[in-house]
């Protein structure tokens, strides 16, 4: 593997998506991944849909440059290859109801008597402390408890969950940054450390100033649709043949979109002359966008916003991801030779670095594919024990 993190070992006990999303991060930038699952049952995400055949293709993508071997880690056999596993690790990254690795003999005591380097990132619902913290989690609830849901819709609609698994992506964002973030503070003089990831905390920093504006103001955001709370005009516009996102949530931004849809005059309205002005009369402002946007096809009303130097965008769905040069500029898609499907499209490596910047060797692999090479090869069992394990139903 070539990119940043090229010599970092990640043992990842993690299943589903947040520590998925962590670790193939850490894999697409270099990082030798090493996913260990039950020898009986695969990582759940094997079994999402869409298939190719009997193939997940979310398997193919979350699994994507790492190595995968079986391990039982309940048994006594298990526990202690679990630990010669993490001897040789930088991180650990694992997603099990809190004191699940405890029970087994694997708490990050147990795991750090082994490597007092070892960076323990540990991802959970609601963290590893407080009253709801041995509670089983997912990013469905995350997504509502983290006030996410009560702001995303209409002002007359219910709350909407997002149609993409968003808590524990974000989670894996922050798991991800935590590794290197205790990576680095080893390598300046720290020691191993623990870095406890929540799933709702994940998506509830992402709402800057809403605890400020809770506490000094007593104010509660309510959903607001396409529009921002923050700034005006921002919305969706319907235009003859679809849909265009505009955003003007600068002054200058502004007024060249006053400009451009026919109406200079609006700058000097003292309905929308300053951005708090606007965004407390945006209903009367969003008529005049939506009036000039309704005469314009979406690429119409968008070259000539772009013309204004404003920020604008048809809405994209895939087909029109695949056709866009921006994407093909940024190697945003890659084709990848699978062993499994043949070539396969998938997404390109974010963020991009210069110079060594990752890559994707390879989609996700089979159940147990790199047994032997990570079991006889480095951690250098004997054929005999490797096959009575095996035997066992230990790997």
Not at 135 to 158: K, L
Not at 259 to 268: D, K, N, R, S, T
Request: hydrophobic share 40%; proline share 6%.
């Amino acid at each position: 593997m070539s990119g940043p993190l090229d010599g970092l070992r990640v043992l990842d006990l993690s299943g589903m998506i947040a520590g998925g999303f962590a670790t193939v991060t850490l894999a697409d930038h270099g990082a030798d991944v090493v996913m260990v699952e039950h020898p009986e049952h695969g990582d759940p995400i094997r079994d999402w849909p869409p298939f190719d055949g009997d193939l997940s293709l979310w398997w193919k993508a979350l699994a994507r440059n790492k190595r995968c071997v079986t391990l039982d880690m309940k048994t006594d056999e298990g526990r202690a290859l679990a630990l010669e596993l993490a001897a040789d690790a930088d991180v650990v990254v694992e997603n099990f109801r809190p004191g699940t690795l405890e029970s087994w003999g694997l708490g990050p005591d147990a795991l750090r008597d082994e490597n007092e380097d070892l960076v323990v990132v540990r991802i959970s619902g609601y963290g590893q402390t407080g009253p709801m913290a041995e509670r089983p989690g997912f990013g469905t609830v995350a997504e509502a408890m983290s006030g996410f849901a009560h702001v995303n819709g209409f002002p007359d609609s219910e709350p909407l969950l997002p149609p993409i698994s968003l808590a524990d992506l974000a989670a894996g964002h922050y798991a991800a940054m935590g590794a290197v973030f205790g990576v680095f503070d080893r390598l300046t003089g720290g020691e191993g450390r623990v870095v406890d990831v929540s799933l709702y905390e994940s998506l509830f920093r992402m709402f800057p100033s809403v605890p400020e504006k809770y506490d000094r103001l007593g104010e509660t955001d309510e959903r607001t649709g396409n529009r921002h709370p923050n700034a005006a005009p921002r919305n969706v516009y319907a235009a003859e043949d679809g849909y265009v996102a505009l955003s003007a949530s600068s002054q200058p931004i502004w007024e060249r979109v006053a400009e451009c849809i026919g109406h200079p005059e609006l700058v000097e309205d003292d309905r929308f002359a300053t951005n708090r002005d606007r965004v407390e009369h945006v209903a009367a402002l969003d008529e005049y966008v939506a009036a000039w946007m309704a005469d314009r096809s979406a690429e119409e009303a968008v070259a000539a916003l772009t013309e204004a130097g404003a920020v604008a965008s048809v809405i994209y769905d895939i087909e029109d991801v695949y056709a866009d040069e921006q994407y093909a500029a940024r190697d945003d898609i890659v084709t990848v030779e699978d062993a499994d499907l043949g070539p396969v499209d998938t997404h390109g490596v974010v963020p991009k670095f210069s110079g060594d910047p990752g890559e994707v060797s390879h989609l996700g692999p089979g159940h147990g594919e790199h047994n032997d090479e990570v079991y006889l090869d480095e951690v250098g069992l004997d054929p005999d024990t490797y096959e009575s394990l095996r035997a066992e139903d230990v790997i």
